[in-house]
T-cell receptor, first 110, second 115 residues
Framework: GQNIDQPTEMTATEGAIVQINCTYQTSGFNGLFWYQQHAGEAPTFLSYNVLDGLEEKGRFSSFLSRSKGYSYLLLKELQMKDSASYLCALVNQAGTALIFGKGTTLSVSS | EAQVTQNPRYLITVTGKKLTVTCSQNMNHEYMSWYRQDPGLGLRQIYYSMNVEVTDKGDVPEGYKVSRKEKRNFPLILESPSPNQTSLYFC??????????????FGPGTRLTVT
């Protein structure tokens, strides 16, 4: 089976940098996704890692270490609109499912 | 516009009254999936389909049925809804599961309440 852990809630201020961690225990997976979900809306794709290392996309970066069972999402220059839930998800080995963590709710204040 | 659509967006029904939530995608995606999202439990997969006429159970399939007669449509059927099926439901699709980086696109969600 797979177990994915994320902090439940985080708070930060506008302009700051925040790191959202995701740790997992799994027998194998085909990649790790980060999705953003505003309250009551659909999850939207943010980033994908399959190899160890950092992927950068504008204000958002994601890091993966397979040996440590660890990923993080880094959000820079925070804006109020970044207030949302951030979901870490593993692709199972068969490629048939995304296994989601429970998500981290980020609140950005001015 | 490339999208996944779901209908209805909101539904209040009573225990035992059969209902169908429709899902359609216009991206010619092979893969489609249904999830439910509950507070404190996150998104959990109900059923998925790798292609037309190919469906399989996810983690929480009890009380649900699906069909995939056409590539673009993947309806979710609740034959006899119960209050524990009150939830927010998302349909998703992707081009080719197993392909590195194949991301899932989610529909807008259907909020179902069963009384």
């Amino acid at each position: 089976g797979q177990n994915i852990d994320q902090p439940t809630e985080m708070t930060a201020t506008e302009g700051a940098i925040v790191q959202i961690n995701c740790t997992y225990q799994t027998s194998g997976f085909n990649g790790l996704f980060w999705y953003q979900q505003h309250a009551g809306e659909a999850p939207t794709f943010l980033s994908y890692n399959v190899l160890d290392g950092l992927e950068e996309k504008g204000r958002f970066s994601s890091f993966l270490s397979r040996s440590k069972g660890y990923s993080y999402l880094l959000l820079k220059e925070l804006q109020m609109k970044d207030s949302a839930s951030y979901l870490c998800a593993l692709v199972n080995q068969a490629g048939t499912a995304l296994i989601f963590g429970k998500g981290t709710t980020l609140s950005v204040s001015s | 516009e490339a999208q996944v659509t779901q209908n209805p967006r909101y539904l209040i029904t009573v225990t035992g009254k059969k209902l169908t939530v429709t899902c359609s995608q216009n991206m010619n995606h092979e893969y489609m999936s249904w999830y439910r999202q509950d507070p404190g439990l996150g998104l959990r997969q109900i059923y998925y389909s790798m292609n037309v006429e190919v469906t399989d159970k996810g983690d929480v399939p009890e009380g649900y049925k699906v069909s995939r007669k056409e590539k673009r449509n993947f309806p979710l059927i609740l034959e006899s809804p119960s209050p524990n099926q009150t939830s927010l439901y998302f349909c998703a699709s992707s081009l080719e599961p197993g392909l590195a980086g194949d991301r899932q696109y989610f529909g807008p969600g259907t909020r179902l309440t069963v009384t």
